[in-house]
């Protein structure tokens, strides 16, 4: 059995946690076909769109404890030692739209997960948690992550107590963009990922990388860039495709190219 599985459809990835039995902990074997299946979402030139998700009651029990490997890379084992830049979840530069499908318990290395997403779509009995600080070890990425999501008093509530908040607290605190009834959750990320393949993929992109890196610039360097990827989007063919389609008043045909 796959702990991750990887479905296309429509040109939205759909990559899911498949640990169910475990409380879809992250163990060294999970976090491997994790991290794998994100880089088959960046490479795959059909895949415009990609949806986080999980099978199961819960979507992410956090690490392993039980697991050798010591895959959250906080609490001992192998990864303790080492960084985790260019996983899914730290330093890995995707510029495709990505959505979070949040139902349960989001814990942990799940949370730090969810925080790469650009939408977190969650059903009302979610709960989010970064536990570490409970358990004597700090919060890492997460802690990297979280300021740049919500104010600096909610990300340090979670970071600095290790406790739950409702699903209500996370839409409250701006964790959440959308929060819906469990049974319309993955119709509703669904919904919202073909919405979003009815934008031009590449200047998506485009847009995207500008809005990622000119966080670090000044205004100058912000602009200068923005009109350079600007250039760089002009030159394809979805740019010829999307005046033509404005001229012939009908929906653009996008290829991505």
């Excluded at 994100?38 to 697991?67: H, I, P, S």
Aim: contains cysteine; hydrophobic residues 45%.
């Amino acid at each position: 059995m796959s702990l991750v599985t990887y479905e296309l459809a429509d040109h939205v990835a759909t990559i899911t946690l498949n640990r169910p039995e475990a409380r879809n902990a992250i163990n060294g074997a999970l976090r491997q076909d994790l991290n794998a299946a994100w880089d088959r979402f960046r490479d795959d030139e059909e895949a415009w769109v990609g949806v986080l998700t999980a099978n199961g009651d819960v979507f992410c029990a956090g690490g392993d404890l039980k697991d050798g490997e010591g895959s959250v890379g906080t609490f001992g084992g192998t990864f303790w030692e080492k960084p985790t830049i260019n996983s899914f979840e730290s330093g890995m530069e995707l510029f495709k739209p990505t959505i979070a499908a949040v139902h349960g318990p989001c814990v942990g290395y799940g949370l730090t997960g969810v925080l790469f997403c650009d939408f977190v779509i969650a059903s009302t009995d979610a709960t989010f948690a970064f536990p570490e600080v409970s358990l004597g070890v700090p919060t890492v990425v997460g802690a990297i992550r979280l300021p740049e999501r919500v104010r600096w008093a909610d990300a340090m509530e979670l970071l600095l107590t290790g406790k739950p908040i409702t699903a209500e607290r996370a839409k409250e605190i701006g964790l959440v963009w959308r929060l819906v009834e469990p049974d319309r959750l993955q119709a509703q990320a669904q919904s919202w990922a073909r919405t979003l393949t009815e934008a031009a993929p590449l200047a998506q992109r485009a847009t995207k990388e500008v809005a990622w890196r000119t966080a670090n610039m000044g205004w100058i360097e912000s602009v200068r860039f923005g009109e350079t990827m600007r250039k760089v989007a002009a030159a394809t063919e979805d740019v010829a495709e999307g005046i033509q389609a404005w001229r012939d008043k009908r929906a653009p045909r996008w290829r991505g190219r």
